[in-house]
């Protein structure tokens, strides 16, 4: 099959799929490799109890597994768009999570708003690069 030819939208897609995936496989390296330290670096999660240093590895591995999925889906969106849509829905539930934690009084909205760049941030880069292509027919 012939490389693809992509215009600027289509690379801002890459981008937006590249920040989503370097930023999740860094948060879960950290997590996997140094979980204490994890623990201590992001303020909110201190509020949450004590630390598990196995719980914070089992999502350690979740957010590298959705970050190379995505880093994967980067390297060519227009034809591997689903592979996004698959490296951003555990991002998108955990967002989800959190967004519910607040609605039912479990956290209050500072601790949502400390937590949102990288909550919400990571899915909605993907959730805005498969809008772009969508609206573009590109999917």
Request: glycine content about 8%; proline content about 6%.
């Amino acid at each position: 099959m012939a490389a693809a030819k992509y215009d600027l939208l289509d690379r801002v897609v890459q981008l937006l799929l590249l920040v989503a995936a370097v930023t999740t496989i860094a948060n879960g390296l950290f997590m996997l490799a140094k979980p204490l330290d994890w623990y201590v670096f992001v303020p909110t999660v201190v509020t949450t109890g004590p630390p598990n240093q196995h719980f914070i590895r089992d999502i350690g591995l979740a957010y590298a597994g959705s970050g190379l999925i995505l880093l994967y889906a980067a390297l060519d969106p227009v034809r591997r768009w689903r592979a996004a849509a698959v490296g951003g829905l555990w991002l998108a539930l955990h967002g989800a999570l959190h967004i519910y934690e607040v609605a039912a009084g479990i956290c209050g909205p500072a601790t949502f708003w400390a937590d949102a760049p990288a909550v919400i941030g990571q899915p909605a880069l993907v959730i805005a690069a498969l809008a772009i292509l969508a609206a573009r027919k590109r999917i």
